[in-house]
């Protein structure tokens, strides 16, 4: 039987399968379910056009980022207006037209509903809605666009029916991933959730777990899993992961988040903006926005958030490989947290709902302020996303093809390190384990593919490559910054940082107050982040002066 030591997650943004790997090269094609056999697959043109079909043209680029709220995934899945019957997966170039039309845009409800529909509403900037762009949603990667994750795809196992958990938007589906619950979300809702996560079971058994980030990573949202001393100290600077394998030192459980920050350049990193090659890393389309008028003659060359995600997975797995007898002991899973309103052909089943009760402050929380959206039961997942699960001890060519969604992970880390623990929810208890897929009976160890050509320097793969070194050494008039659009996804982010920062505060943590109040919203959360790992760096070091 093998001895899995570490099981490490890496979970990305806003992929669909077909978009990243529906034209994989797989050797085993008569049995790989993506687009290069079967079909037609189309969707139905905006306004009763002609049929828009699925290709291999897609760029690392898009002139809109598509909308992935619970009502947009509904349509794109068929199922708009809460329609009864089986999704069919037709209404992705409607979806992705609509929102680059402007069209519907999100409305709210509760007491501070209006108040909060006023603020929010566009306020015509007089430049004209995006059009005829619904066709780009069909558009999916060529393999050498993402020659890393389709490497790994195929020398390892694949795992074809992987859904996200909710179809809807990230934070639901990655709070899936820590507790097999949304706490009855379906779209992003900035609180901090009270849902036991797998880490806390983890501890309730006396195994170990590491955090590691770069900038504000959503797993914040969970505050209990920082708001002690001895469970912050369990977060790290994304670099920092590199070392503890190379030290041996990895934690039962290590959870990789990438870098949200929106690399703020144009795509020849304007240094008037604040350009680097070297922010974002978690693939997110709304990080890989260029204008409208850009697009069509956009040059692939270009270093973009696209590119250094897939070179973060590759430096991941080069880590590992680079240290053959720890990476027999380790299982490494790459996958994305939700589809990002890209096309995938194949329709999500029906689940089980989690069955936990809503929280009370969920609770009291919607009767202020909630989007307005079709109810939802939480028995349909959400569409398929990639999902890669890496070990010298899976075959090559290996395709899996069990139902699974983020409730697998704690599944598996049940199974693995805590086999006498109950399961968080009902999701939880119905999900189907990933360590299945180790299929050999002694690792591979002269076959393992080498990307190290994809790679970067381990503190290249992210922002917070230390314990010291400031991301905003400018004055708040100097920051380049504050002169660049904020995207509209990373908001959620900002608020985000800025009930950390409240709630470090509550707790006595002496390095929030080196955030600097006058910065733009944007600055602040990059600070928030940097005194955050001071932090946990000092609570790991309670004897040592904080450096």
Same mark, same amino acid.
């Given at each position: &039987? ?26 085993? =094609?008569?049995?790989?379910? *993506? ?38 995934? &509904?349509?794109?899945?068929?199922? !708009? ?52 762009? *619904?066709?780009?949603? &069909? ?13 790994? !795809?195929?020398?390892? =196992? ?36 009270? #849902? ?16 590691? /980030? ?12 920082? #708001?002690?001393? =001895? ?16 030290? *041996? ?34 693939? /997110? ?23 250094? =995600? +897939?070179?973060?997975? $590759?430096?991941? %797995?080069? @880590?590992?490989?680079?240290?053959? +007898?720890?990476? +027999? ?32 402050? !969920? ?18 997942? *959400? ?9 010298? %001890? ?5 395709? #899996? ?45 002269? #076959? ?5 050509? %994809? ?17 905003? $050494? ?42 600097? @109040? ?14 955050? @790992? &001071? ?13």
């Amino acid at each position: &039987m093998v001895k899995i030591d570490h099981v490490i997650v890496l979970v990305l943004e806003n992929r669909s399968f077909d978009h990243l790997l529906g034209y994989l090269d797989h050797s085993q =094609a008569e049995r790989f379910d *993506g687009l290069g056999r079967g079909g037609p697959y189309t969707n139905p043109g905006w306004a009763n056009g002609p049929a828009v079909p699925a290709s291999s043209t897609g760029k690392r680029v898009l002139p809109v980022d598509p909308d992935h709220s619970h009502d947009a995934v &509904m349509e794109q899945l068929g199922l !708009a207006s809460g329609a009864s019957g089986e999704p069919t997966n037709s209404g992705f170039v409607t979806s992705y037209e609509r929102k680059g039309r402007g069209l519907a845009p999100a409305t709210f409800g509760g007491l501070l509903g209006r108040l909060v529909a006023g603020l929010t509403a566009p306020r015509g900037s007089g430049k004209p809605g995006i059009t005829a762009r *619904g066709p780009l949603a &069909m558009r999916c990667q060529p393999p050498e666009h993402v020659p890393v994750l389709s490497t790994l !795809a195929r020398e390892f =196992a694949v795992c074809q029916r992987w859904f996200c958990s909710v179809p809807g938007e990230t934070w639901p589906n990655r709070n899936f991933l820590h507790a097999a619950t949304s706490d009855g979300e379906t779209n992003i809702d900035i609180r901090f959730y009270q #849902d036991k996560t797998i880490f806390e079971q983890l501890e309730d058994h006396h195994q170990s777990w590491h955090i590691y /980030h770069d900038d504000t990573p959503q797993v914040w949202a969970f505050n209990k899993l920082w #708001d002690t001393p =001895a469970r912050h100290a369990n977060w790290y600077p994304l670099a920092r992961f590199f070392e503890h394998v190379a030290d *041996g030192a990895l934690p039962s459980y290590a959870f990789l988040e990438p870098n949200h920050r929106p690399p703020l350049h144009t795509p020849d990193h304007d240094p008037r903006l604040g350009g680097t090659p070297d922010l974002s890393n978690s693939q /997110h389309p709304g990080n890989n926005v260029v204008p409208n008028e850009q697009y069509d003659g956009y040059n692939e060359g270009t270093d973009t958030d696209f590119q250094r =995600a +897939e070179a973060l997975i $590759a430096t991941v %797995y080069e @880590a590992l490989r680079d240290r053959p +007898e720890l990476f +027999e002991r380790c299982l490494l899973l790459v996958t994305y947290d939700e589809h990002g309103g890209l096309y995938d052909h194949v329709p999500p089943p029906r689940t089980v709902a989690p069955g936990d009760p809503q929280a009370l402050p !969920a609770r009291l929380l919607h009767r202020l302020l909630h989007r307005n959206t079709t109810p939802f039961d939480f028995t349909r997942l *959400g569409p398929r996303v990639p999902a890669v699960v890496v070990s010298p %001890y899976i075959a090559s060519g290996t395709i #899996d093809t069990t139902v699974r969604d983020h409730a697998c992970v704690s599944a598996t880390l049940r199974a693995l390190f805590a086999p006498d623990a109950g399961p968080l929810t009902r999701r939880d208890r119905a999900a189907e384990p990933f360590h299945t897929v180790l299929n050999l009976a002694a690792p591979r160890r002269g #076959d393992l593919p080498n990307l190290s050509a %994809y790679t970067r320097p381990a503190d290249q793969v992210g922002v917070l490559t230390g314990t010291t070194a400031p991301l905003t $050494a400018t004055s708040p008039a100097e920051d380049p910054r504050a002169a660049a659009p904020e995207p509209a996804f990373y908001r959620d982010f900002v608020r985000l940082a800025k009930q950390v920062q409240t709630h470090l505060e509550q707790v006595g943590e002496p390095e929030v107050a080196a955030v600097t @109040a006058q910065k733009p919203p944007f600055a602040q959360a990059a600070e928030i982040s940097e005194q955050f @790992a &001071m932090a946990a760096h000092r609570h790991r070091h309670p004897d040592q002066a904080a450096h």
